[in-house]
């Protein structure tokens, strides 16, 4: 590809790329802390996996970061081992990707029905939302229990503690976002949210706000912006078959999301780059101390829908 070529579609695609971005961020620190990782993590994991998964992917739209059809299982790993152990994890999942990759076995992906993958969805989904209960009520300094259902019941003892100021911004937030989505639907309502959602921290950590509400900066106090995160590299048992369901997973994801793609855009991305593309991401991310990684597909949906053409924009 020569350098006008380059230069040609990064006239075209800078725009949804950064709107991509825009929405990205947001998105990238909150399933990073829904995965129990760190704000600083999820940015860090949005950059290299996307960078890398951009350039040696087979999709022309597939944008790649953290989401949440991992958040379930890096939270339970990180419940049960701590996260120290995170961005080894990601290395060695990025590792099974490639064995698959080599394998050849995305031909076998056509095989699995659609409601296994509808019903893996909805689980997630109920996953992340049960994860952030504690936070969504104002619950804090709870014990930590290797389990789901454990955490949930932790969490419903205790909910006699719950903040009315934070119950009450976190419903008015969430029903904004169903608003906005049927309202103008062509916007991102997490575009227009996390401003106003910095307007109200600031407000409450500087005391212009009637109420306490708990922030990133004040539950991650050393939340910097980085590009690397210095991390102790080791390989155990117990990391094992947590990669591999999470090499499935960003398979699975990673391949829905560029098939979709294609049917929104009538191309037809290359399976095998796309393999390779995501090991190499999840690989990327591992060595810089983030987390796993795979295709997102409300933001891929939203690249194309802002005029992408390119894999340049991601």
Request: proline share 4%; hydrophobic share 50%.
């Amino acid at each position: 590809m020569s350098i006008l070529t380059v230069l040609e579609n990064a006239k075209h695609n800078w725009k949804s790329g950064l709107t991509v971005s825009l929405v990205a961020m947001p998105l990238s620190i909150s399933l990073a802390v829904a995965s129990g990782s760190t704000p600083t993590i999820g940015i860090i994991t949005a950059v290299w996996a996307g960078l890398t998964a951009a350039v040696f992917g087979g999709s022309h739209f597939n944008v790649v970061g953290p989401t949440g059809a991992l958040s379930g299982l890096i939270a339970a790993y990180a419940v049960s081992h701590g996260t120290g152990g995170l961005a080894s994890v990601t290395i060695i999942a990025g590792c099974f990707i490639l064995v698959a990759y080599a394998l050849k076995l995305e031909r076998y992906l056509i095989f699995i029905p659609s409601s296994v993958i509808n019903g893996f969805t909805l689980g997630v989904a109920l996953i992340i939302a049960f994860n952030q209960f504690n936070s969504a009520f104002g619950l804090s300094n709870l014990p930590k229990h290797e389990t789901f259902f454990s955490n949930v019941i932790e969490s419903l003892k205790h909910i006699s503690g719950t903040s009315l100021p934070t119950l009450a911004v976190f419903a008015l937030s969430l029903s904004l976002l169903f608003l906005l989505r049927k309202a103008i639907p062509k916007i991102p309502g997490a575009l227009i949210l996390s401003p106003l959602g910095i307007i109200v921290g600031y407000m409450a950590s500087v005391g212009s706000f009637p109420y306490q509400l708990a922030t990133l900066g004040s539950v991650f106090s050393n939340v910097t912006f980085a590009l690397f995160q210095p991390t102790h590299f080791g390989v155990s048992t117990t990391m094992i078959l947590p990669a591999a369901a999470i090499a499935l997973v960003a398979i699975l994801e990673t391949m829905l999301s560029a098939k979709i793609a294609d049917g929104m855009t009538h191309t037809k991305h290359d399976e095998r780059k796309e393999m390779l593309g995501l090991g190499l991401a999840n690989i990327a991310s591992g060595l810089a101390g983030g987390i796993p990684a795979t295709a997102a597909l409300a933001r891929t949906s939203l690249n194309i829908k802002t005029g992408a053409t390119d894999r340049i924009s991601a």
